[in-house]
């Protein structure tokens, strides 16, 4: 028997479902040239020892092009390269809370590790990770904005936890903190009603996600 193709219509989320031929929802998909494909396989890594639970993922490339996972499970920081088996590259001295997620971030060739209960940690991509120069402040969510690491939710040591601030790095330089004219580094509080820092995104323009509002 021959298969009858599907057409499914352009992925438009914001389009109305009444008599359209857009998709409002895609699910289990990527993006591909020209629109979206099937999700891929999962691949089983053997060999693994995480230990569990794991509250935190990503994936950065080396200048080679290599690929290397991230896991941020417990105390520990695994990366893996290429789907080879994990190994240990960062484990904090002192246990951790399993309501702090890892987040990781990409910034000027480093991978940068986040966790509430931890100081901020970074290595060459795939390498092992050591807490970052120039007394970072801790944070629960990091993200890149232009030239510059931006975290959020943090507790900088001075003010104790401020769930509502974000502060970014110098231009270009994530071991540069504090109010710094000349490298263009500094902090600012959103506004309370907000809620937490939930994340920051953006390229030219960053947008500050926190629980009840955006900026």
Do not use: C
């Amino acid at each position: 028997m021959r298969p009858i193709p599907i057409p499914f219509g352009p992925w438009k989320p914001d389009q109305a479902t009444f008599q359209s031929d857009a998709l409002t929802d895609a699910l289990n998909v990527v993006p591909v040239p020209g629109g979206y494909g099937p999700s891929y396989d999962f691949n089983l890594v053997d060999g693994v020892s995480l230990t569990p639970p794991i509250v935190g993922a990503a994936v950065f490339s080396d200048t080679s092009d290599a690929r290397f996972i991230y896991a941020g499970a417990g105390d520990d920081i695994y990366v893996s390269n290429n789907g080879a088996v994990f190994s240990s590259k960062y484990h904090n001295s002192t246990a951790l809370s399993d309501l702090n997620t890892w987040q990781f971030a990409r910034f000027v060739g480093l991978a940068i590790a986040v966790q509430l209960g931890a100081q901020t940690v970074s290595g060459d991509i795939g390498q092992t990770m050591t807490a970052l120069d120039g007394s970072p402040p801790r944070a629960k969510t990091i993200g890149v904005v232009g030239d510059f690491l931006v975290l959020g939710d943090l507790d900088d040591g001075i003010d104790g936890h401020r769930p509502n601030r974000v502060r970014w790095s110098g231009f270009r330089d994530p071991e540069t903190w504090g109010t710094n004219i000349g490298a263009q580094s500094d902090f600012n509080d959103m506004p309370d009603e907000g809620g937490a820092v939930q994340g920051v995104v953006g390229r030219e323009f960053g947008s500050v996600f926190q629980r009840y509002s955006i900026s």
